[in-house]
């Protein structure tokens, strides 16, 4: 309501799902449904996004500045009325990264200890 | 669906409205993709865990957003979150103290395993009850067939000796039934057995865990330890948990019962002592428990016409033997308290009410930027339950502190301990107020906020809002003056009532008189000589020591021990008449110069003397009221009647004075010389109180009285040490501290109406402002503004007022057994109640007048 945008680092670490929806909206607009078959895929099916986690972390994610509900619709054959389709924010984009750049940290701190295989 | 539909209700409806479509949507095709009962049974479990988790989270999310939202807004307007959370805080402490103190004594069930099958009983004469006879509890206990066990006590004091200094303590005999009937087990050793309570067994001694750390200074082996009780050898056999408080919780030993078989005991039927407890078989009910009874009284009537003539038993539930007036007081209070929490509350909601007026913009603009009403609402309920738990939290530490002050309202004869604690019970009682209080009273104010729909506020400016608030707001005020009236009427009568109690005449003099007791032990003092000659060594010294004018022993002082009545049979009645109430009276023994010590007037005859010997003609001196009974307008001295084994012989009569205390009638007095008691004879009736005149202070007295009473018998020990000024003031202790209680809620109640009077006003005044400045405009006089202004405060007031007259009158009906005959509708009360609440309203309407005065007409139209 009328918030100033936080600091992106203020916001993390983000909850997986909120990544992964970040993730799922980068590239284009995608509706709900869309979104949990978009981290099912990516993820081989190994996370499946239920309905209310879905719109739980949609919820928090609108409230934070992260993704905006979109006006623009699709072509009007794949379009389907009741649905709500969601848009990542610049501030949105600039948390992914952040969350990124942790991530990648946390990897090569765990890569110097030897914990992952592969290139040092 | 139907099932998911139901699942999705756990959410918050702002979240259903927002995502409920889609989220039912995705759940379809999952259920069409799901094949086979195994994948449809997982599915539907994963939901249901699923959408549970869900919602709490959400559901928790908005009550962190309104939290945070509340505190912004709580900061923004410190005045308005002070006022409330004060209000509140002693609303809830008035009520958290009341109920503490009311649940301890009234509610809470007695400390026993199965305590609602305890009873005890009384045998009953036309117009009293009194303890039973041993002769008639032996008899009642083998006859009746409706209790489990049945045992009997008696409350006693002894002095122990040989354990550092000589000390009195309070305790009781019991029979070796008793404690196993009420199914306490001891903290060690173990209780009597049936051997150890026969006539000639040796001594055995249980103590309370307070006597075992005082004395004993907690020592794990003192078991088997011997004790001089009375100068009787006694053994230490165990020691009672540390809350086992019984009869009363001044008990601090006890010693088995060892009826003598043929002594006073047996001897006599109506030698009425001993306090009967049983417990009821299972499946007994009280009814017919006393049904039984009344089939074996009958029965023993019939036996024993003379001595049981008229005799029946009466079964009470040990959980219902509270005084009558400690009853009506904590009812009282409670009253007082729940008044209080009216008050309270009417203040929130009017507080709430009159802010969330204020606060129409605000909102207007949340719901047009897409809030729903259920959010709004939710957050205006969160405000208000806020508010209310930091209102109980405050109000708990109110009370907590108040508590110990309540502390008298406890009546010592319960088995229990003596001050209530706020314990985990209080603690939810308090909660479930305030949160009851905050639910149920911003519940309200925003419902009827958010039920405008349109929020007209944006277009209207500040005078949206409409009557009907105002009309709520105005019922609200009016609650509030009602029940202040209720409670200062209330409080009036009863300090009229303490006044008029503290006014009455004991019928003896209270100042300088110091009293003091050294309890004679038997058997070392069983001979009335070996007795008379303690008295005179003591006496006589106290009566030379300077400042004494007199100085005397009697066996109970009044309005201490309030029994000790025996029937009284004048010659020439009839014997048979004797049992009833109407020829009870109260039997004392006492030296020369008690009735000068005590300034008992000495109106015909004699007082007793040191001539009134065994061998000489059986004497007594008898109150007014006596004679009246018996002898009215006729010469009272030289008249004979027959009272305790003896034929007795008026030579003098004294005035009377208020042994039962100064709230309840008393029996007639008979005073009987020391001298003229048969040696091991009425042992129960031996002068153990002393008491001096002093013209200086008598405290003074204290240690050279000490040193006479050491030289006399270095073992003797001394104890409850008062003046009689501190007996009469005790009489009304709890009853003051009653009224200081009441009078506090009162004071609290009618500040807190004031402010209502003055908020409401004062919120009237500024959304009229506009109207007012244009009245002025004009050309209205400032006096008819302030007329206006007053006149509002005045109707609400009289309204109030007017019902709380009629609330407070029955009030009073209802408490008139606490009023010591001051009327219920009491004139000068009711009056001085009403001139406080003019006053209140005057003054709770002048600020807002004199603001209402000085209002720039230019500026108030400007500002729009």
């Given at each position: 309501?009328?918030?100033?945008?936080?600091?992106?680092d203020?916001?993390?670490?983000?909850?997986?799902?909120?990544?992964?929806i970040?993730?799922?909206?980068?590239?284009?607009d995608l509706?709900?449904?869309a979104?949990?078959?978009d981290?099912?895929?990516?993820t081989?099916?190994?996370?499946?996004l239920?309905a209310?986690?879905?719109y739980?972390?949609?919820?928090?994610?609108?409230?934070q500045?992260?993704?905006?509900?979109?006006?623009?619709?699709?072509?009007?054959?794949?379009?389907?009325?009741?649905?709500?389709?969601?848009?990542?924010?610049?501030?949105g984009?600039?948390v992914a990264?952040?969350e990124?750049?942790?991530?990648?940290?946390?990897?090569?701190m765990?890569?110097d200890r030897?914990?992952?295989a592969?290139r040092a | 669906?139907?099932?998911?539909?139901?699942?999705?209700?756990?959410?918050?409806a702002?979240?259903?409205?927002?995502?409920?479509?889609?989220?039912?949507?995705?759940w379809?095709?999952?259920?069409?993709?799901?094949s086979?009962p195994?994948a449809?049974?997982?599915l539907?479990?994963a939901?249901?865990?699923e959408?549970?988790?869900?919602?709490?989270?959400v559901?928790?999310?908005?009550?962190?957003?309104?939290?945070?939202?509340?505190v912004?807004?709580?900061?923004r307007?410190?005045?308005f979150?002070?006022?409330?959370?004060?209000?509140?805080?002693?609303?809830v402490?008035?009520?958290t103290?009341?109920?503490?103190?009311?649940?301890?004594?009234l509610?809470?069930p007695?400390?026993?395993?199965?305590?609602?099958r305890?009873?005890?009983?009384w045998?009953k004469?036309?117009?009293?009850?009194?303890?039973l006879?041993p002769s008639?509890?032996?008899?009642?206990?083998?006859?009746?067939?409706?209790?489990?066990?049945?045992?009997?006590?008696?409350?006693?004091?002894?002095n122990?000796?040989?354990?550092?200094d000589?000390?009195?303590?309070?305790?009781?005999t019991?029979?070796?039934d008793?404690?196993?009937?009420l199914?306490?087990?001891?903290?060690?050793?173990?209780?009597?057995?049936?051997?150890?309570?026969r006539?000639?067994?040796?001594?055995?001694?249980l103590?309370?865990?307070?006597?075992?750390?005082?004395?004993?200074g907690g020592d794990?082996?003192?078991?088997?330890?011997?004790v001089?009780?009375?100068?009787?050898?006694f053994?230490?056999?165990?020691?009672?948990?540390?809350?086992?408080?019984f009869?009363s919780?001044?008990?601090?030993l006890?010693?088995?019962?060892?009826f003598?078989?043929?002594?006073?005991d047996?001897?006599?039927?109506?030698?009425?002592y001993?306090?009967?407890v049983?417990?009821?078989?299972?499946?007994?009910?009280l009814?017919?428990?006393?049904?039984?009874?009344g089939v074996?009284?009958?029965?023993?009537?019939?036996?024993?016409?003379?001595?049981?003539?008229?005799t029946?038993?009466?079964?009470n539930?040990?959980?219902d033997?509270?005084?009558?007036q400690?009853?009506?007081?904590?009812?009282?209070?409670?009253?007082a308290?729940?008044?209080?929490?009216?008050?309270?509350?009417?203040n929130?909601a009017?507080?709430?009410?009159?802010?969330?007026?204020?606060r129409?913009?605000?909102?207007?603009?949340?719901?047009?930027?897409?809030?729903?009403?259920e959010?709004?609402v939710?957050?205006?309920?969160?405000?208000?339950?806020?508010?209310?738990?930091?209102?109980?939290?405050?109000?708990?530490?109110?009370?907590?502190?108040?508590?110990?002050?309540?502390?008298?309202l406890?009546?010592a004869s319960?088995?229990?301990a003596?001050?209530p604690?706020?314990d985990l019970?209080?603690?939810i009682?308090?909660?479930?107020?305030?949160g009851l209080?905050?639910?149920?009273?911003?519940?309200l104010p925003?419902?009827?906020?958010?039920?405008q729909?349109?929020?007209?506020?944006?277009?209207?400016g500040t005078?949206?809002?409409g009557?009907?608030?105002?009309?709520l707001?105005s019922?609200l005020?009016?609650?509030?003056v009602?029940?202040s009236?209720?409670?200062?009427?209330s409080?009036?009568?009863?300090?009229?009532?303490?006044?008029?109690?503290e006014?009455t005449d004991?019928?003896?003099?209270?100042?300088?008189?110091?009293?003091?007791?050294t309890?004679?032990?038997?058997?070392k003092?069983?001979e009335?000589?070996?007795?008379?000659?303690?008295y005179?060594?003591?006496?006589?010294?106290?009566?030379?020591?300077?400042?004494?004018?007199?100085?005397?022993?009697?066996s109970?002082?009044?309005?201490?021990?309030?029994?000790?009545?025996w029937?009284?049979?004048?010659?020439?009645?009839?014997?048979e008449?004797?049992?009833s109430?109407?020829?009870?009276a109260?039997?004392?023994?006492?030296?020369?110069?008690?009735f000068?010590?005590?300034?008992?007037?000495?109106?015909?005859?004699?007082?007793?003397?040191?001539?009134?010997?065994?061998?000489?003609?059986?004497?007594?001196?008898?109150?007014?009221?006596?004679?009246?009974r018996?002898?009215?307008?006729?010469?009272?001295?030289?008249?004979?009647?027959?009272m305790?084994?003896?034929?007795?012989?008026?030579?003098?009569?004294?005035?009377?004075?208020?042994?039962?205390?100064?709230?309840?009638p008393?029996?007639?007095?008979?005073y009987?010389?020391?001298?003229?008691?048969?040696d091991?004879?009425?042992?129960?009736?031996?002068p153990?109180?002393?008491v001096?005149?002093?013209?200086?202070?008598?405290?003074?007295?204290l240690?050279?009285?000490?040193?006479i009473?050491?030289?006399?018998?270095?073992?003797?020990?001394?104890?409850?040490?008062?003046?009689m000024?501190?007996?009469?003031?005790?009489?009304?202790?709890?009853?003051a501290?009653?009224?200081?209680?009441?009078?506090?809620?009162?004071?609290?109640?009618?500040?807190?109406?004031?402010?209502?009077?003055h908020?409401?006003?004062?919120?009237?005044?500024?959304?009229?402002?506009?109207?007012?400045?244009?009245?002025?405009?004009l050309?209205?006089?400032?006096?008819?503004?302030?007329?206006m202004?007053v006149?509002?405060g005045?109707?609400?007031?009289?309204?109030g007022?007017?019902?709380?007259?009629?609330?407070?009158?029955?009030?009073?009906?209802?408490?008139?057994?606490?009023?010591a005959?001051v009327q219920?509708?009491?004139?000068?009360t009711f009056?001085?109640?009403?001139g406080?609440c003019?006053?209140?309203?005057?003054?709770?309407s002048?600020l807002?007048?004199?603001?209402?005065?000085?209002?720039?007409?230019?500026?108030a139209?400007r500002?729009?």
């Amino acid at each position: 309501m009328g918030n100033t945008l936080p600091q992106p680092d203020s916001l993390l670490p983000l909850p997986p799902a909120t990544f992964h929806i970040l993730l799922a909206v980068a590239e284009e607009d995608l509706h709900g449904y869309a979104i949990i078959q978009d981290v099912a895929a990516r993820t081989n099916g190994e996370l499946k996004l239920s309905a209310g986690t879905l719109y739980r972390s949609i919820q928090r994610m609108l409230e934070q500045g992260l993704i905006v509900e979109t006006q623009d619709r699709p072509a009007p054959e794949l379009d389907d009325e009741r649905r709500r389709y969601y848009r990542i924010t610049p501030f949105g984009a600039d948390v992914a990264r952040a969350e990124a750049r942790r991530l990648t940290q946390l990897v090569r701190m765990a890569r110097d200890r030897g914990f992952v295989a592969g290139r040092a | 669906m139907r099932a998911y539909e139901i699942l999705l209700r756990f959410y918050p409806a702002s979240f259903r409205a927002e995502y409920g479509e889609e989220m039912r949507g995705i759940w379809a095709r999952r259920r069409r993709d799901a094949s086979g009962p195994p994948a449809v049974a997982a599915l539907w479990i994963a939901t249901v865990f699923e959408v549970l988790s869900n919602a709490a989270a959400v559901h928790w999310d908005i009550l962190r957003q309104d939290l945070r939202y509340t505190v912004r807004t709580l900061a923004r307007s410190p005045g308005f979150a002070l006022t409330a959370v004060l209000v509140l805080a002693l609303g809830v402490g008035a009520n958290t103290a009341a109920f503490s103190v009311t649940d301890f004594v009234l509610i809470r069930p007695l400390p026993f395993p199965e305590p609602d099958r305890l009873v005890a009983l009384w045998e009953k004469v036309p117009g009293y009850k009194m303890e039973l006879s041993p002769s008639n509890y032996v008899d009642w206990k083998h006859m009746s067939k409706s209790f489990e066990r049945m045992g009997a006590y008696v409350e006693t004091s002894v002095n122990l000796v040989g354990q550092g200094d000589p000390e009195h303590l309070e305790g009781a005999t019991v029979t070796a039934d008793l404690l196993p009937l009420l199914g306490v087990q001891p903290m060690m050793g173990r209780v009597f057995t049936a051997a150890e309570d026969r006539e000639g067994a040796p001594g055995t001694l249980l103590l309370s865990y307070q006597l075992w750390q005082a004395v004993f200074g907690g020592d794990a082996g003192v078991i088997g330890r011997r004790v001089n009780l009375d100068n009787e050898p006694f053994v230490v056999i165990g020691v009672m948990p540390r809350d086992f408080h019984f009869p009363s919780r001044n008990a601090e030993l006890w010693t088995p019962m060892r009826f003598r078989e043929h002594s006073d005991d047996f001897r006599d039927r109506n030698n009425n002592y001993l306090s009967v407890v049983a417990r009821l078989k299972r499946g007994v009910s009280l009814a017919q428990a006393g049904a039984e009874m009344g089939v074996v009284t009958a029965q023993l009537e019939r036996q024993f016409p003379k001595e049981n003539a008229q005799t029946r038993a009466f079964v009470n539930l040990l959980r219902d033997e509270l005084p009558q007036q400690s009853r009506l007081l904590l009812m009282a209070l409670t009253g007082a308290a729940l008044c209080v929490l009216t008050i309270a509350c009417a203040n929130l909601a009017n507080l709430l009410l009159a802010r969330g007026l204020a606060r129409q913009r605000e909102l207007a603009v949340r719901s047009a930027m897409g809030a729903g009403r259920e959010r709004l609402v939710r957050q205006l309920v969160t405000e208000s339950l806020v508010l209310a738990l930091a209102g109980g939290a405050l109000g708990v530490l109110v009370a907590s502190a108040a508590v110990p002050l309540l502390a008298r309202l406890v009546p010592a004869s319960l088995p229990i301990a003596q001050s209530p604690s706020i314990d985990l019970r209080v603690l939810i009682f308090a909660g479930l107020i305030s949160g009851l209080t905050g639910i149920g009273f911003g519940v309200l104010p925003a419902q009827r906020l958010c039920r405008q729909g349109d929020f007209s506020a944006l277009r209207e400016g500040t005078r949206a809002g409409g009557g009907r608030k105002e009309r709520l707001r105005s019922v609200l005020v009016i609650a509030e003056v009602t029940a202040s009236v209720v409670l200062l009427v209330s409080a009036g009568l009863l300090v009229r009532a303490l006044w008029r109690i503290e006014g009455t005449d004991p019928g003896f003099r209270t100042d300088g008189v110091l009293t003091l007791q050294t309890a004679l032990p038997m058997p070392k003092y069983d001979e009335t000589a070996r007795r008379a000659g303690f008295y005179t060594r003591v006496l006589s010294a106290v009566r030379a020591l300077p400042g004494v004018s007199s100085a005397a022993y009697i066996s109970y002082l009044p309005m201490v021990r309030t029994g000790g009545i025996w029937p009284a049979t004048p010659e020439g009645q009839p014997v048979e008449i004797q049992r009833s109430g109407s020829h009870q009276a109260s039997l004392r023994f006492v030296t020369p110069g008690f009735f000068a010590t005590l300034g008992i007037p000495l109106h015909r005859g004699r007082d007793v003397a040191e001539s009134d010997t065994i061998d000489a003609p059986f004497a007594s001196v008898v109150s007014e009221s006596f004679v009246r009974r018996y002898w009215p307008d006729q010469d009272p001295l030289g008249r004979h009647f027959k009272m305790a084994f003896h034929d007795r012989m008026v030579v003098g009569v004294v005035g009377d004075i208020r042994v039962r205390g100064l709230e309840r009638p008393s029996e007639p007095q008979v005073y009987l010389p020391y001298r003229q008691v048969q040696d091991g004879s009425l042992e129960g009736y031996v002068p153990n109180d002393l008491v001096m005149h002093s013209a200086s202070r008598p405290e003074a007295l204290l240690p050279a009285v000490r040193q006479i009473i050491r030289g006399a018998d270095s073992e003797q020990p001394v104890s409850d040490v008062r003046t009689m000024a501190d007996i009469v003031q005790e009489q009304t202790a709890s009853r003051a501290a009653q009224v200081r209680v009441l009078g506090a809620f009162a004071a609290i109640a009618f500040l807190l109406a004031g402010v209502g009077i003055h908020g409401l006003l004062s919120f009237a005044v500024s959304r009229r402002t506009q109207e007012i400045g244009v009245r002025i405009a004009l050309g209205a006089q400032r006096g008819e503004i302030v007329q206006m202004i007053v006149r509002q405060g005045a109707l609400l007031a009289s309204a109030g007022v007017m019902l709380g007259i009629v609330l407070a009158y029955a009030a009073g009906r209802a408490m008139e057994g606490l009023l010591a005959g001051v009327q219920p509708g009491d004139a000068l009360t009711f009056a001085s109640a009403v001139g406080l609440c003019v006053m209140m309203t005057v003054l709770g309407s002048l600020l807002p007048a004199l603001r209402a005065v000085r209002i720039d007409p230019i500026q108030a139209i400007r500002s729009e």
